[in-house]
């Protein structure tokens, strides 16, 4: 595609569902990102892919949070028994290499409100 | 520990005039890239700007500059000749450790 795609664009879940965001990256780009933005908040950096390995998931908020990618394409964020602090806006972005070195694309994504 | 902060949380100025924007971080690297994104309505973050540490030289892009200090750890944006597409949602970020570490914002409204 043109850009960076994700989906759905917004999610509204009760408390105790699981929920699961989608981003399709640039083809071709190798790095794929998460993030989570609260309101009013800066972004909050989650994971991020080399290929179909994330080297340091540190920054997954709980162990309630998991992310894969297959086939160094799609990526899908899992958020197992939602919480209402989980309510945020989970942007994705890739670039054609890991590191600074390259630019982030962003995707528009995905308003997750958790009632 | 690395932190990047704005101390500006909404700004406004005439079309056509000059802004600035502050950006202050910590890191306790030497080698690092520092950078200002645009968020508008839309929710798409948009590049603005990008500044690897070793270069002295402050980065310029078109309308958009840089003012680097790296001594002082400041990095702000000034946009010259503000247009009203300007008015978004400003971040500064710091990439360092693998990592991308982003400031709160600042909201600028641009005044016709």
């Known amino acids: 595609g043109a850009g960076v795609s994700q989906s759905p664009s917004n999610k509204v879940t009760e408390k105790g569902k699981d929920v699961e965001l989608r981003c399709d990256p640039i083809s071709g780009h190798t ?47 899992t958020i197992q028994r939602t919480q209402q602090e989980d309510s945020a806006v989970y942007l ?18 995905t308003r997750l409100t958790v009632l | 520990a690395q932190t990047v902060t704005q101390s500006q949380p909404e ?33 798409q973050m948009i590049l603005v700007i990008r500044q690897e540490a070793y270069k002295q030289q402050n980065a310029t892009e078109n309308r958009f500059s840089v003012n680097f200090q790296k001594a002082a750890k400041s990095f702000s944006l000034k946009i010259s000749d503000s247009q009203l597409g300007d008015a978004a949602m400003y971040f500064c970020a710091l990439y360092n450790f693998n990592k991308f570490y982003f400031g709160s914002g600042t909201k600028l409204n641009v005044k016709p």
């Open chain 1, 31 to 77: 790095a794929l990102y998460w993030y989570r933005q609260s309101l009013g908040q800066g972004l909050e950096f989650l994971i991020y892919f080399q290929g179909n390995s994330a080297p340091d998931k540190s920054g997954l908020p709980s162990d309630r949070f998991s992310a894969e990618r297959t086939g160094g394409s799609v990526s899908t964020l």
């Open chain 1, 92 to 109: 994705c972005a890739s670039s054609l290499m890991r590191g600074a070195g390259d630019t982030q694309y962003f995707g528009p994504g």
């Open chain 2, 11 to 43: 700004m406004s100025v005439q079309e056509a005039e000059t802004v600035t924007l502050s950006c202050t971080y910590d890191t306790s690297e030497s080698d690092y890239y520092l950078f200002w994104y645009k968020q508008p309505p839309s929710r």
